[in-house]
C-alpha cells in the first residue's frame, strides 16, 4: 500500500481528488471557507492588504509584497504548529511578517493541516504548517530568532527535514524559494537547487536534515547544529538492529535487551505528529496500544508488554517479540491464483488453509473481546502466522478501545475500513468478513467506492474454490450491514446489491463482451468529466497533482483518455480537445518536457487528432528547453521525446524535428552505455522496464532504425535490452520478472512483460537466441489468474494487451490465454453511473486515464479483442504466427 495516496481520497467518494479541494455538506469548503470539514482559517479568509498579494498553491495560500523578488534559494524558516493552536501560531507569525514585508505561505485550513500531519502522510512535509522566506542568511537569523521569542512555549511535531531552532515550533533548511525542476538520477522530476557549479541538482526532501555539501551552515545555526548532534541512545538498555516500519509518527524497530539478550520491538512515537482521525498523535496513540495490551496480558494471541521509556521528546515502548511472519505473507507464498491454471487440488488444498487460517484470528478476535477490548485495525498485515501455521498473533493494538468506550475507527487499513457507523466491536466484525474474501480476491479496498462490491467478488470467489457458499454470504451480509441493522443469525438468505440487481448482474458489462463493454467504458469515461475545471478534464492518478498540467498529460490526463478513445474505435470527444487545445496554448511553467507527463505527449497527442499547428508550436516549445538533465527514458526522458520527434518529422517533413530526435538517441545511448546521460552528476539508467528502463530506450533505436536502416542502432538497442534482462530473475514459479531487490515485478510498465513488448520488436530485424530464451519465460509471467491491479502499466490489462500482441511462439499466447485475462478484468471492474469502470493505482478509487485507470483498460481491451489495430504509442501490432 502507498499511503500517500490516501489523502487524495477525501475530497471525493469516487475519484482522487487534491486534498485542497474538499468541500462538505456543513460548509462551502476549503476554496472559499464556511463552516464544514474544508473551511479555511479567519487569516486564510483576510483579503491582502494594500501593497500585497495573495495566491493558492495547491496546499499552501502565498502571501508577498507587491514586486518581492525571493533569491532563487537559500535557508527558509518552517513553522510547525498543533490542531489546537495553530489559528493562534498563524495570526502572530501574519502579525510579525506582514508589517515588515517578510513574503510567507501557509496551509490555511484544519483539516489540510490534518492531513500533513496524519499516520501516513509524507514523513519529509510533515509538520509545516507556515513557511517563511528570508531575504539572505542575515534577516533568516534575526527572524528565526524573533519567531522563537513570538512562540515561545508553543507545542509543535519536530519537522523531520529541518533543524530545530532550541525547544520551540521554529525549524529551518536549505532549499529552493522558487519552483524550478530537474530529474533525479532514477529520472524521476524533483524541485532543485542550484549547486556550487551552477548545476541544477534535486532539491533532496527526505525525513532527514541535510546541509547540501557546497553549502556552509551559518554562525547561528552553529548551536543548535551542536544540540542536534548531542542526541544519543548511549546508555540504552536495548540495541536497535534494524527497522521493520516507518510511518510519520515514528518507526518499528527490531532488537535485542542487553541485559538478557532477548529479542525485542521497539515502537516509537513523535510527539503532535502521525495524527489520527480523531487528532490523537502518535504518543496518544502508543499509550493506548500500552493500556490495551496490558489489559490483555497473558493472552496467548497478543504480544505482551516488556518496558516503556522517553528518550529526548520520543516514546518507546517495547514489547515481546513474536516469531514467525505477517499473514500477507504466507497469502503470498500459498495463493493457487498466481498460476495461470491451478488444478483442483491445489484450489481445495488452499481453500482449506484458508478456512483454518480465518477460524485462528476469529477465535484471536474473541479472546481480545472477552477482555472488553476492541482491535479496531485487524488487517492481512497486522496478523502474524507462526512459521508451523498453527497459531496468530494479533499486532499493532494502538487503534484499540475499551468496547464501552462504544468509539469509532481511527485508524485502518484501507481494505478493511468499516463504514463511518460501526462502532465498538461491529468493527471487528466487519474486518473479518473482509478477510474471509480477502484470503481468497485481495480487493476489498474498492469497498471504499462501493460496497455492493462484496457481492460481486463473494460470486467470484464461488466459482473458483470449493468454499461453502454460506461461509461468503454471511461475509456479505456483514459487509453491506447498515449499523441500524440487527446483526442476521444467518445470512443463509440471498444477498442483493444496494440498488437491488441481482448478484450475477453487478457490472454493467463483462469486460470481454467487446463492443459492449466498449460503450460502456467510453460512457463511463465522458459521465466522469469536468469541463469547468482548469486543472483536470478526466479524474484520474494522483500524479495529475504531482507536475505541472499533470492533468492534461499523456499518461495520467486528457491527452491519454482522447487517444484510447480515438484507438478504441469511440470517436472523439470535441470538448476534451477543446479544452486541451485551450490549456496548451500557453502551457503552464515547469510542464516537464517528457511523453507520458509532459509536452512532448501532448504533442504526439494533438497531431495524431489532426491539430498539427499546436503540436508543432509544442515542440518548438520544447527544443527551446534545456535539456541538461533530461533522463534516458521513454516516459518522462529522452526515449519518448525522441520517439514523438522521429514520428513528428515524418509527418511534417521538418529535418529539425529529426535532427532533435537523433540528438535524444545519442543522449540515450550515453546512458545505456555506462556514461552520464548529459552533463557529469546526470541522470544514468538506473531501473529497468518499458516506461523507466532500458527496453523503452531500445523502442527508440529499433524505430530510428526502421528509418535509417543503421544497423549500430539495433546494436545499441540490443545493449539496452541485455541491460534490463540482467535486472530479471527467475521466480520461484519459473517466469522472468525484474528484480527490485525486495520483489519481483511482471507488469507491463516497469516489469518484465515491457521488457518482452520490446523484445518481440528488436527480434523481427534480428535472431538471438538469448532474447528468444528471454521472452518465451517473460510469457508465462503474464498468464498468472490473479494480478492485484487492473491497469495497464501495473496489473492485468497489461497483460492482455501484452499476450494478444506478442510473436513468442509456444504455448500461453492463444486466444484462450487472452481471453482469461479479459475475464479477470471483471474481478477489479466497478460501475460509476451505470456504466464500467476501474479503479485506478492502490485500488481506493476509480481512475479514468490511461496508465492507471478505466483508459488503459479501454486501450487494452480494443488491441485484444482484434477488430482493430489498437496499440500502445510507437509499438504498432506485430504479424503474429
Known sequence: MNEGYAAF???????????????????????????????????????????????????????????????????????????????????????????????????????????????YADRAASGKFITVYPADDQRCGVIAAELDALLAGEPGPYILSDLRWGRGPVHLRYGSFTRRNCYDAAGELRP???????????????PVFRIPKWVTPPAFLLPHLAARDAMTVAG???????????????????????????????????????????????????????????????????????????????????????????????????????????????????????LRIHRLVEEAVEAVHERGVVFNDLHLF????????????LLDFEAAAAADDNARQVVAHPGFVAPAGRRGFDVDRYALACLRLALFIPLTSLFAVDRAKATHLAEVVAARFPVERAFLDEAVAEILREPSDARPESAARPVVVGDGRATGAYLPAEPADWPRSRDSMVNAILASASPEREDRFFPGDIAQFATASGGLSFGYGAAGVLYALAESGAGRCVPAE???????KEPDSGTPLGFYDGLAGLAWTLNRLGHEQ?????????????????????????????????????????????????????????????????????????????????????????RLYERTHDSALLDLAADALRRDLARCKQTPDGTLQVDEGWRTMPYLGAGSVGIGMVLDDYLAHRADDAFEWARGEIVRAAQATF????????????????????????????????????????????????????????????????????????LALAAASGDRPARLPFLPPLRRP
Not at 497486522?382 to 498473533?393: F, K, P, R, T, Y
Not at 527544443?623 to 509527418?651: C, I, K, R, T
Not at 490465454?817 to 464500467?836: F, I, K, T
Open 578 to 584: 477543446e479544452w486541451l487545445l485551450l490549456r496548451t
Open 787 to 858: 494480478y492485484a491491479q487492473p491497469g495497464l502499466f501495473r496489473g492485468a490489462a497489461g497483460m492482455a494487451l501484452y499476450l494478444s500482441r506478442t510473436t513468442a511462439p509456444g504455448p500461453g499466447t492463444g486466444p484462450a490465454d487472452v481471453r482469461r485475462q479479459m475475464d479477470a478484468l471483471s474481478w477489479h471492474a466497478m460501475a460509476y453511473r451505470g456504466q464500467l469502470a476501474f479503479p485506478g493505482e492502490q485500488m481506493m478509487r476509480l481512475s479514468m486515464d490511461l496508465a492507471t485507470g478505466t483508459a488503459g483498460c479501454l
Open 192 to 206: 532543485a537547487v542550484e549547486d556550487s557549479d551552477g548545476r541544477l541538482v534535486p532539491d533532496l526532501r527526505d
Open 236 to 354: 540504552l538498555p536495548y540495541t536497535i538492529e534494524r527497522a521493520l516500519h516507518f510511518s510519520n509518527g515514528g518507526g518499528v524497530y527490531a532488537g535485542r535487551d542487553d541485559r538478557t539478550g532477548e529479542r525485542v520491538v521497539l515502537k516509537e512515537a513523535r510527539p503532535y505528529a502521525g495524527l489520527a482521525a480523531d487528532g490523537a498523535d502518535a504518543v496518544t496513540r502508543l499509550k493506548r496500544e500500552q493500556t490495551a495490551l496490558e489489559r490483555l496480558s497473558g493472552l496467548a494471541c497478543t504480544p505482551e508488554v516488556l518496558d516503556s521509556f522517553t528518550l529526548g521528546d520520543h516514546h518507546f515502548l517495547v514489547l515481546q517479540y513474536i516469531e514467525g511472519s505477517p499473514l500477507n505473507t504466507f497469502f503470498a507464498r500459498r495463493h493457487p491464483l498466481i498460476e495461470a491454471a491451478p488444478d483442483a487440488g491445489r484450489l481445495a488444498s488452499y481453500t482449506a488453509w484458508a
Open 9 to 119: 481520497c477525501d475530497a471525493d467518494r469516487h475519484f482522487y481528488d487534491a486534498p485542497h479541494r474538499l468541500s462538505s455538506a456543513g460548509g462551502t469548503g476549503a476554496v472559499t471557507g464556511g463552516t464544514g470539514r474544508g473551511a479555511l482559517y479567519e487569516a486564510a479568509r483576510q483579503p491582502a492588504p494594500a501593497g500585497w498579494q495573495r495566491h493558492r498553491a495547491g496546499d499552501w495560500l502565498a502571501w508577498h509584497p507587491d514586486g518581492c523578488q525571493l533569491p532563487a534559494q537559500g535557508w527558509k524558516i518552517h513553522v510547525s504548529a498543533c490542531l489546537d493552536n495553530a489559528e493562534s501560531v498563524l495570526d502572530r507569525v501574519m502579525g510579525y511578517c506582514v508589517p515588515r514585508g517578510i513574503p510567507f505561505k501557509f496551509v490555511p485550513s484544519r483539516h489540510l493541516l490534518h492531513t500533513r500531519n496524519a499516520k
Open 382 to 393: 497486522n496478523i502474524m502466522v507462526s512459521e508451523d501455521e498453527s497459531s496468530v498473533v
Open 614 to 702: 499546436r503540436a508543432l508550436e509544442l515542440m518548438d516549445l520544447t527544443l527551446h528547453q534545456s535539456w541538461e538533465s533530461l533522463p534516458p527514458d521513454l516516459h518522462g526522458g529522452a526515449a519518448g521525446l525522441g520517439l514523438a520527434l522521429d514520428e513528428l518529422a515524418a509527418v511534417s517533413g521538418e529535418p529539425a524535428l529529426y535532427d532533435a530526435a537523433l540528438r535524444c538517441a545519442e543522449l540515450a545511448a550515453t546512458a545505456v552505455q555506462g556514461g552520464p546521460a548529459t552533463l557529469p552528476g546526470g541522470p544514468r539508467l538506473s531501473r529497468a522496464g518499458l516506461l523507466y528502463g532500458g527496453a523503452g530506450i531500445a523502442l527508440l533505436f529499433i
